[in-house]
C-alpha cells in the first residue's frame, strides 16, 4: 500500500515539484499516474522508492515511513517493490535467464531459489523459449517481458512501471499492458506511469492525472479529465 499524505517537494534549485499531494493506492490495485513532461509524475517514483525524500508531508511504502526509514534498512523497502523501466537496463553479455537470475542473486536467493522460481516467471512473460538468448538477439518487446520478468522475480508487493511502453509500437504497447493487468490479477500491486492515451482509455483502470505538482483527477475516467486541462 502507499500513502501520500500533504506531501510537498522542493528542490535545491528551488523547484517546487510537489504542492500538496495525497494519494493511496491499496494493495491488489492497478493504477495509471499521468500527466505532462515536469508535472511531478517522477518526484512521485522517487518518492516511492527512496530516491528522494519529500521536502514536507507523509509518505508511507508497504508499511514502512520513508520520512524514519534509516538508509541502512531501505533495502527492506526495495524488496516490496518491483521497477520496470522504459529503456529496458539489461545486462547485455547476460542471457535473459542470467538477467532474471541477477535480481534475485543480489538480494541474497540461494542457487535452489533461484532454479525453481526464473523458470516460472520466464514462463509467465512468455520467455521460455527464450531464455539463452542475450538481449541483442531479441525484440523490443520480448526484452521489455524480460524487464517486466526481472521486476517480479523476488515476488514483490508492488511492481512500478516507468512508460513501461515508451520505446514500442502500439501492437507491443498493448500486449506489454496486457501482460501487466495478468500480473495484477494474479495479485501484485501496479502502478503505471504513462503518457499514452490512446493506450489507457483500452483499460477500464483507476487513473491518477498530476500537473504542475498536483493531483487533477482520480478516477475511472481521470485521464479524460486531464485532457480537458
Not at 515539484?17 to 494493495?27: H, P, T, Y
Not at 499516474?33 to 522517487?46: F, Y
Not at 517480479?152 to 512500478?160: A, F, G, K, S, W
Amino acid at each position: 500500500m502507499i500513502v501520500m499524505r500533504d506531501v510537498f517537494k522542493a528542490y535545491e534549485n528551488g523547484t517546487k515539484a510537489l504542492k500538496g499531494i495525497n494519494m493511496e493506492i491499496n494493495d491488489g490495485e492497478f493504477a495509471f499516474l499521468v500527466g505532462p513532461s515536469g508535472s511531478g509524475k517522477s518526484t512521485i517514483i522517487k518518492l516511492i522508492t527512496g530516491e528522494v525524500a519529500c521536502t514536507d508531508g507523509t509518505v508511507i511504502v508497504n508499511g514502512f515511513d520513508m520520512n524514519k526509514i534509516k538508509l541502512s534498512k531501505m533495502h527492506k523497502v526495495r524488496r516490496t517493490l518491483g521497477v520496470i523501466f522504459q529503456d529496458f537496463r539489461l545486462i547485455e553479455d547476460k542471457t535473459v535467464y542470467e538477467n532474471v537470475a541477477f535480481a534475485m542473486r543480489v538480494v541474497g536467493a540461494s542457487k535452489k531459489e533461484i532454479n525453481k522460481r526464473v523458470p516460472y516467471v520466464l514462463d509467465l512473460v512468455g520467455l521460455d523459449t527464450r531464455s539463452n538468448r542475450r538481449p541483442n538477439e531479441i525484440s523490443g518487446g520480448e526484452q521489455q517481458r524480460v524487464a517486466i520478468a526481472r521486476a517480479l522475480v523476488n515476488n514483490p508487493r508492488m511492481i512500478i512501471a516507468d512508460e513501461p511502453t515508451g520505446n514500442l509500437d502500439p501492437a507491443r504497447s498493448l500486449e506489454i499492458m496486457m501482460m501487466l493487468e495478468k500480473i495484477n490479477e494474479l495479485g501484485t500491486t501496479m502502478l503505471v506511469v504513462t503518457h499514452e492515451r490512446e493506450l489507457v482509455n483500452q483499460f477500464s483502470k483507476r487513473v491518477i492525472a498530476i500537473d504542475g505538482g498536483r493531483i487533477i483527477s482520480d478516477g475511472m475516467d481521470g485521464y479524460y479529465n486531464y485532457e480537458e486541462q
